[in-house]
């Protein structure tokens, strides 16, 4: 009996130092990729916000953050990028939105002209069907069959199996849904958000103080 309780000890103390040692290397890895990993996705979104809208010289001149509640009550939250050329003529916002799609979240990144227009966008993240995200990058793209490039949301864009003008991607209507959803928000965001950069509040506030 005294031997198996020593050989039980001893295992427990083996699987713990095991555990302890473990922990301290992932903790350690962790430390070590943290740095690069957050510069990689800080050069990602960079390279997003130029992508969509429309490349060429720009710079981030202001991010804001804005909050809305979409219609089931569920409070949303949009980071916006306000952009400016050489000559610091703005060029519009790249926005952030995302919403719930088949397999879970669907994150997008939408760029907009000063009018509301869409320039461009892309897929940042997404848990959907292997494959299926990258098809909704490509199926709404410029000359693609649900080409939304140079639409204004001011008209919401929906799907046409809903009644709207939109071709789905073939066998996932789901997606797609939650992608122009996702758009449509994040044009919703963009208009809350004057070109100024003062959200919508912050101008009520001033309003009532006049």
Known sequence: MEKLKSSITNMALVLTGVAVITGGILAYVNH???GPIAEQNK?????????VMGGGDLT???????????????????????????????LGAAVESTTGGFGGDLKVLVGFDPQ??????TILAHAETPGLGA??????QK????DIIGKNPSEELIVSKDGGKVDAITASTITSRAFL????????????????GETGATKQKKEDKE
């Open 60 to 90: 981030v001149s202001k991010t804001d953050t804005v909050r809305q509640n979409d219609a089931k009550g569920k409070e949303l939250t949009y980071i916006i990028y306000q952009t400016q050329d050489k000559q610091q003529k703005d």
């Open 43 to 51: 050069l990602t979104l960079q390279n997003g916000i130029k992508s």
């Open 116 to 121: 509301g227009n869409i320039l461009g966008y």
């Open 32 to 34: 070590v990729t943290e």
């Open 181 to 196: 959803l996702a758009v449509n928000n994040a044009y919703k965001a963009y208009k809350a958000t004057p070109i100024d």
């Open 143 to 146: 000359g693609e069959k649900g």
């Open 135 to 140: 098809k909704a990058d490509k199926w709404f």
